[in-house]
């Protein structure tokens, strides 16, 4: 006779706040539960806006032979990727278990934003998962040489960059030599082409993609949860899609460990003259602002440094 609750290991696939959809393997097949928290709040784990991503394994405990569960616990991971949820004063999970952070940007519609780069690319060196820049939209036309000149600064201070295009399939076999066999979670601001690049990938999605906003040039979010796609072209390839944002507030790091992880500014730690208490703003003798004025390290990316001290201590500044 079989049991009225069964106990079951699956992947999670989906997640939003509080529901999740995890796949399981069966005899006959996977099988998709719709999945709660079991007493709403996992142990070790309340102070987090959501504390279940996709990536995630999980057990959960099956109702009543229905395709309903309640999550009793989560796997031990080997990475998570998020973000801090200002609204919610907690850390947003976006990503989990995964083998490359894939920042997506465009050189126009929208506008190129670096600093939104710069906190992705943090956020990954955080969390010790392999970033990729990819630039999305190259087909279009544009006249920024800042562009090119910034995505050339992130090729030479170690991430790689390839340039695609959704629209012609201009750059998409290289990508896809990179993420097969990986999960990988895709990031970008609203409007860069997430769900177009997602549908060239795996003809057959049919991920809705968004229009800009033209009054703004910005996009309209299309993706409100985390879901993971499987990239059946590829074999054991997973794609994260995570929600558009406009604004990356770094998570699980103070503003004196910033200098450790970004990665041109890493090996001058410790060397200023005032050394790990120097703030890197005003003081003589500091090593990174020599090296700012030296051309060693790029002065958008100073500008990006101390912006992202100014909000991890709390101060107010203007959007970027």
Known sequence: MKNENEILKGLVIQSSRNIMIARVETPNGFKEFECRIKGKVLKGQENLYNPIAPGDWVIIERQNDSNSAMVISVENRK????????????????AANTDLVLCLCTPISPPFRPRFLDRVLLQADIAGIEAIVICNKIDLEYDDLDVDERLEEYNKIGYKVIRVSAKTGEGIDELKNIITGKTSVLIGQSGVGKSSLLNTLQPGLDIKEGQLNEKYDRGNHTTTLSIMYEIKSLPQTYIIDTPGVRRFFPDGIKSNEIINYMNEFAPLAGKCSFGLSCSHKTERGCKIMEAVHAGIIHEDRYESFLRICDDLEGKEIDEY
């Not at 990475?79 to 976006?94: D, I, P, T």
């Open 79 to 94: 990475n998570l990727f998020s973000r801090f949820n200002q609204k919610g004063n907690a850390s947003q999970l976006l």
